[in-house]
């Protein structure tokens, strides 16, 4: 029985095996397939748009304001109580306000690639039940699992198993599963999390992000966006 199937993790491809004939002689190259895992809130998920809005209609950011999650977060934190006040902000975003999140640009399109050539997907995150300042107590995971149900992409055109979703408590939860999954590439919006000392080696680290960095300075490689993470993994990887 497959390995991946008795962990709950739906099956890919078998490896591709290629015959090399040179000098009268053949050699086998086993080609085992891509195990690309990937995060969830910023990385699949937009909220940057989610974040404002609901900032102006708590009265925290002037109704004139214009900027992403990252601006958003910076204005709050200026306020008295502003740290708290965030991240009360984060817990309405994470709950309630997903159902008003955007996919991000270019990640359906990846998953069509993925299947297309034979790749496992995973998804992993770190996302606990509840959020810490959400008096309504709404289930953040249950939340999730609405919103990517909502946009077919648990369907079976859509390229991602529910078996291969997973949400763990905490960050070392999240890179011992990274690790247990045998991730070959890891996808995430933070940098924090490819950079940490308790992060799988072996796994090509692809950060999400549009600011310009020194790349030589970094643990991981960046990618702007889908579209980009696609030809790293798949024609430069």
Same mark, same amino acid.
């Given at each position: 029985m497959d390995q991946r199937a008795e962990s709950g993790l739906a099956p890919g491809r078998p490896p591709k095996v290629v015959l090399i004939d040179g000098r009268g002689e053949a050699a086998v190259i086993v080609m085992m397939p891509k195990r690309i895992g990937i995060d969830f809130d910023n990385t699949i998920v937009a909220y940057d748009e989610v974040f404002c809005a609901m900032a102006k209609r708590s009265g925290l950011i002037d109704p004139a304001f214009v900027g992403n999650k990252q601006e958003v977060r910076d204005a709050i934190r200026l306020l008295p109580d502003g740290e708290l006040a965030? $991240?009360?902000? $984060?817990? $309405?975003?994470?709950?309630?306000?997903?159902?008003?999140a955007k996919m991000i640009d270019g990640f359906e399109a990846f998953l069509r690639r993925c299947r297309a050539e034979g790749c496992a997907t995973m998804v992993v995150s770190h996302k606990t039940e509840y959020g810490h300042f959400d008096p309504d107590r709404v289930n953040l995971r249950d939340a999730a699992w609405r919103w990517m149900r909502a946009r077919g992409l648990l369907d079976d055109e859509g390229g991602l198993p529910a078996a291969n979703v997973f949400f763990e408590s905490t960050r070392s939860e999240k890179l011992a599963r990274i690790a247990s999954l045998s991730c070959t590439h890891f996808v995430d919006d933070l940098e924090e999390v490819l950079s940490d000392p308790g992060f799988p080696p072996g796994v090509q680290r692809i950060l999400l992000s549009d600011v310009v960095r020194t790349q030589g300075l970094m643990p991981c490689i960046v990618c702007a966006s889908w579209r980009d993470i696609g030809e790293q993994i798949f024609e430069r990887g």
């Open positions: 965030w $991240q009360r902000l $984060q817990g $309405q975003v994470y709950s309630k306000g997903i159902t008003e």
